[in-house]
């Protein structure tokens, strides 16, 4: 691994933007990611394309090892791949829970022959997984949850439900928090994998108030986790889940360095000016609304800002702490924040649903709006990052235990 900086990281910035160039396919330029929409089920040749390129690379997943197929690059070489993504009007089309919260997870756990075997096909996006963990009776009180394994041998067999199981009509294999001890709580959990191509899984997408069903429920029924995708040690789960969530809130919060909810996107002063118009001065002419585009674009830089700093700090301390929580309500915040300036700016154009009198960013931008107001409720709602800030953080008492 190259460590690249000053002079030398804008010589690996000039041969990435080459690269880059050479192979994007510039039909694609601008256009959203495809990865949770029905797109994916049947790409096109330039997305196929870029894809491949990208997972071949090891560019889609930077920093993690050149051993398992990744970059093996460092954490700044990583940030100017994205910044000439961003420059290019490209997407990283290697993601999903694989990515922001399965790999990171199992590179830290996973015994040798496991990172052969799952770790390569996620670089290259060859795989797509999904989360097994939230139930109906176990959301806020996940370590309540009674989907069930039992010991059969050489494999286990489970029975259950989960609910709120993102992509899980598109997941080829599921990362699981599964019972296999009834007398204990935290301490009778298991963490395994198996494939969602069985006969014993079946998933039923739940559609949302964006008209998109990136959420579903998950039914089990003598479904089979061979004991060789076991993560950890039997009745260990709980600590593996507990540092995956962490993963997955650095991810949601745009602190895991792919881009998060900061990608490639039309500039929120491009839009005005596009909509609102200018005043004589090249300015955005309405002047409230000039101010309040400031203040978020202030707040996405001092965000971006502190997420690299965290990034910088986790390195020393094994991964992301519980810091992540105050990253995850500040960029969901933020991100809220520019999706309702968007509508705003767009006006009546920001209102529509479907037809020929709006466009595809138009579209998008509305269903992107009511989408997101679930980024303040899932993988954990502001509430619960509240309590862990209050516990872990600044060491205030737990309330709930007093009464």
Known sequence: MADFGGTDLEGFRASAREWIEANFPAGLKGKPNPMMTEERRTPSADQEAWRKAMGE?????PTWP??????????????????????????????????????PTLLEYGTEAQKQEHIPPIVKGEIQWCQGFSEPGAGSDLASLQTKAEDKGDHFLINGQ??????AQFADWCFCLVRTDTS??????????????????????IKLISGNSPFCETFFT???????????????????????????????????????????????????????????????????????????LIDTRAFQQTAVRAMMEAKGNSGPSAATSIMK??????????????????????????????TAEE???????????????????QEIQSNIISKRILGLPDLTQSK
């Open 57 to 61: 690379k090891g560019w889609g997943v």
């Open 66 to 103: 050149a051993a398992y197929g990744g970059g093996g690059l460092s954490a700044p070489e990583a940030r100017v791949i994205q910044q000439e993504l961003n420059r290019a009007g490209a997407y990283n089309p290697i993601g999903g829970m694989g990515v922001m919260m399965f790999g």
């Open 162 to 167: 989960k609910i709120w199981t993102s992509g």
């Open 184 to 205: 204990k709580k935290h301490e009778g959990i298991s963490f395994v994998l198996f494939t969602m191509h069985q006969p014993g899984v079946e998933v039923r997408p």
């Open 222 to 296: 003598n479904a089979i986790a061979r004991k060789s995708d076991l993560v950890g040690p039997l009745n260990g789960g709980w600590t593996i889940a507990k540092r995956l969530l962490q993963h997955e809130r650095s991810g949601l919060s745009g602190a895991g360095g792919g881009g998060g909810f900061f990608g490639a996107q039309k500039s929120l002063e491009a839009l005005a000016k596009e909509y609102v118009g200018t005043d004589d001065k090249g300015r955005i002419a309405d002047s409230d609304l000039r101010t309040r585009i400031v203040n978020n």
């Open 329 to 358: 309500n500040a960029g969901t915040r933020v991100m809220q924040d520019r999706a309702e300036l968007t509508l705003e700016i767009m006006g009546s154009q920001g209102l529509g649903w479907e037809g020929d009198a709006f």
């Open 363 to 381: 579209l998008t931008a509305v269903r992107g709006w009511l989408g997101g107001k679930a980024t303040t409720i899932y993988g954990g709602s």
